[in-house]
T-cell receptor, first 113, second 113 residues
Framework: NAGVTQTPKFQVLKTGQSMTLQCAQDMNHNSMYWYRQDPGMGLRLIYYSASEGTTDKGEVPNGYNVSRLNKREFSLRLESAAPSQTSVYFC????????????FGPGTRLTVT | AQSVAQPEDQVNVAEGNPLTVKCTYSVSGNPYLFWYVQYPNRGLQFLLKYITGDNLVKGSYGFEAEFNKSQTSFHLKKPSALVSDSALYFCAVRDTGGFKTIFGAGTRLFVKA
């Protein structure tokens, strides 16, 4: 049982390049989330997927797109990277019922130059 | 709108002493409240949650938290701190009528031997 996995762990992009961050969970959770973490700002929600087949914007969706590929996988795409997207990105998942605590992946550290 | 405040950027405590990490919240309905811990270069780990019932909730690693509805607070506590408790702690809140979880900015705990 790996929990939530993310790839890659590190990435350096040049301004304007694109990339996709991959996330998968093996806990049979319905809901999945993408956050970014910046110093002193806590975690900010980029997009979430309440269930397979649905996605919704969070607090900071601009410059990102997501795909809920199936129940296990939820990817985040940067179409044209900007230096302001330098951050640590976390994927999380949660079940339904019982309080909705989230389980997080190890993160992707992205630098855009 | 939901919000979470962690008034202390950093808390310093000596090993063996009790520790408290403060959190206050604002939601429109009844809250689900959470504490998470983040160790260096790792994702967040769930510690404990308040859903309903007893105002004192117990979680992992000897941590507990007290829900105070009148003060809209959910402070994290531990009777005897360990050096290994040194980490970044996040309080989070979810409105029971909503879906999104809002995270505080985090409090860094230093436990000195």
């Amino acid at each position: 049982n790996a929990g939530v996995t993310q790839t890659p762990k590190f990435q350096v992009l040049k301004t304007g390049q694109s990339m996709t961050l991959q996330c998968a969970q093996d806990m049979n959770h319905n809901s999945m989330y993408w956050y970014r973490q910046d110093p002193g700002m806590g975690l900010r929600l980029i997009y979430y997927s309440a269930s397979e087949g649905t996605t919704d914007k969070g607090e900071v969706p601009n410059g990102y797109n997501v795909s809920r590929l199936n129940k296990r996988e939820f990817s985040l795409r940067l179409e044209s990277a900007a230096p302001s997207q330098t951050s640590v990105y976390f994927c999380a998942s949660s079940g339904t019922g019982g309080g909705y605590e989230q389980y997080f992946g190890p993160g992707t550290r992205l630098t855009v130059t | 709108a939901q919000s979470v405040a962690q008034p202390e950027d950093q808390v310093n405590v000596a090993e063996g002493n009790p520790l408290t990490v403060k959190c206050t919240y604002s939601v429109s309905g009844n809250p689900y409240l959470f504490w998470y811990v983040q160790y260096p270069n790792r994702g967040l780990q769930f510690l404990l949650k308040y859903i309903t019932g007893d105002n004192l909730v117990k979680g992992s690693y000897g941590f507990e938290a007290e829900f105070n509805k009148s003060q809209t607070s959910f402070h994290l506590k531990k009777p005897s701190a360990l050096v290994s408790d040194s980490a970044l702690y996040f309080c989070a809140v979810r409105d029971t009528g909503g879906f999104k979880t809002i995270f505080g900015a985090g409090t860094r705990l230093f436990v000195k031997a």
